[in-house]
């Protein structure tokens, strides 16, 4: 069993910054690729970030990218999602999710095993 702790979220205005981490409990972390999802009010849960093992391949969803960026740090368990020039769209439930296809950074939202809580980021205008 994997847990999974976000922690990062809050609330920041359009332009601001936030930085998101997850924190995982197993050891074999390194073997997995993570990813980062968001979910607003009455929408589905949709791809943000992923990142695969090593930390050398990651992918972005468009409305992200250039001002989101994901990295890992295997020797903590952790995983991080800087989150720059942020727009009140952005607000959502974040989750951090854990994938046991080790090797490319997987966007589907159905091939992840384990899932965080979720933090609250609020992005006000």
């Known amino acids: 069993q994997v847990q999974l702790v976000e922690s990062g979220g809050g609330l920041v205005q359009a332009g601001g910054s936030l930085r998101l981490s997850c924190a995982a409990s197993?050891?074999?972390?390194?073997?997995?690729?993570m990813g980062w999802f968001r979910q607003a009010p009455g929408k589905e849960r949709e791809f943000v970030a992923a990142i695969n093992w090593s930390g050398d391949s990651t992918r972005y969803a468009e409305s992200v990218k250039g001002r989101f960026t994901i990295s890992r740090d295997n020797a903590k368990n952790t995983v991080y999602l800087q989150m720059n020039s942020l727009k009140p769209e952005d607000t959502a439930v974040y989750y951090c999710?854990?994938?046991?296809?080790?090797?490319?950074?997987?966007?589907?939202?159905?091939?992840?095993?384990?899932w965080g809580q979720g933090t609250q980021v609020t992005v006000s205008s």
């Open positions: 999710a854990l994938c046991r296809i080790p090797n490319i950074p997987v966007v589907a939202r159905t091939q992840y095993d384990y």
């Open positions: 197993r050891r074999t972390f390194t073997s997995y690729a």
